[in-house]
């Protein structure tokens, strides 16, 4: 690393603190907040309202994640590459980012689905009624596990970039190197 990336560092871990505190203000916010709508039948509108104003915020975060995170790993790709440790967690955090931004696009898929049933009876945003149509209640049941696993996903993504801070100590890095040397030298 020769020079700094503040910027880059800023925007991906800004973007990841933004994608988790969303997803669980929704879950427990934006959802909680429908459920207790009077009219059951204005239930589900009130929470595709809610969502739909995050929406962009969300987006802006997501992208802000992904393009600090590509400038970052660029910039740290050797030691990807030779300290031990860093590429296990890069390879991780890859995964669950993919992981979260496919959850991310199909909660948006179905809360257009429940959107659809604008009008129909609910007992929440994730909560079908008896009466609620069968596709919008279908989509309502996988929201439901959804909504609680884009924080769990996002949660994790946090934790490795801390863990990935914390690799970058000197003797963090002294010490993958030399495992690294020392495992190559072995084989």
């Not at 907040?33 to 809610?50: C, F, S, W």
Request: avoid cysteine.
């Amino acid at each position: 690393m020769s020079v700094r990336i503040t910027t880059a560092r800023s925007l991906h871990d800004l973007g990841a603190a933004a994608w988790f505190g969303g997803s669980l203000m929704g879950a427990l916010g934006v959802n909680g907040a429908a459920a207790a709508v009077r009219d059951p039948r204005d239930r589900a509108r009130v929470a595709a309202v809610g969502w739909a104003k995050w929406s962009p915020a969300n987006a802006a975060a997501i992208a802000a994640h992904v393009v600090g995170g590509a400038i970052v790993l660029y910039d740290n790709r050797g030691r990807a590459v030779h300290q031990s440790g860093v590429r296990a967690n890069t390879v991780t955090k890859l995964a669950v980012t993919a992981a979260a931004l496919g959850a991310t696009a199909y909660s948006g898929v179905l809360g257009a689905k429940t959107a659809e049933g604008d009008g129909s009876p609910v007992h929440g945003a994730t909560d079908p009624a008896p009466t609620t149509p069968p596709e919008v209640a279908n989509a309502q049941k996988q929201l439901r596990y959804l909504q609680w696993a884009l924080p769990v996903l996002t949660g994790t993504i946090v934790v490795l970039g801390a863990q990935q801070g914390e690799q970058q100590r000197p003797t963090q890095i002294a010490s993958g190197l030399a495992s690294t040397l020392a495992r190559r030298v072995a084989s």
